[in-house]
């Protein structure tokens, strides 16, 4: 067999697409149950005075990059060439809307944490270590007895 080791970037990348993923998904849903509250009782006290249409905005683009990570995710675990393009794309556009929503109730600090994260991945991608293995070039695991 001639499985192709990953490289170290490409592991990176896995792990920072995993933690993506989990943050995301956990975040999103508890947005998302924030911004039924706030719907249920709208004279409620809260900490910040954050309108209920951006909590929900904030939800909404957690959940869908969370989801679209946890895709990428499987993509990048599995080696497949689609991988880069897909993770390259998702995390750009993610990282310039988050800055764009900066000043704005949809994002705060944490948002620009996940921004940064993204940017992360893009930067670990562009490797060129990460560009052979997605391209189908890098070097096999170990030699076999016979090689």
């Known amino acids: 067999m001639n499985a192709r080791t990953r490289p170290s970037s490409v592991t990176a990348v896995l792990v920072l697409l995993i933690l993506i993923t989990l943050y995301q998904l956990g975040a999103g849903g ?4 924030g911004g039924f509250a706030a719907q249920a009782a709208p004279s409620m006290p809260t900490a910040t005075e ?4 951006a909590i929900f905005v904030a939800a909404a683009v957690a959940l869908v990059y969370g ?9 990048v675990a599995r080696g497949r060439p689609a991988a880069r393009p897909a993770a ?19 994002a705060g600090l944490p ?5 940064a994260f993204a940017f992360t991945v893009i ?3 562009y490797s060129g270590g990460a560009r052979a293995y997605f391209a189908g070039s890098a070097s096999p695991a170990a030699p076999g007895p016979l090689a």
């Open 67 to 75: 989801g679209a990570s946890l895709a990428l995710t499987v993509m």
């Open 123 to 125: 930067a670990l991608l």
């Open 30 to 33: 508890l947005a998302l149950l």
């Open 88 to 106: 390259l794309g998702v995390n750009a556009v993610y990282g310039v809307g988050i800055l764009a929503l900066a000043f704005t109730p949809v």
């Open 111 to 115: 948002e620009l944490v996940a921004a």
């Open 50 to 53: 954050v309108p209920a249409w």
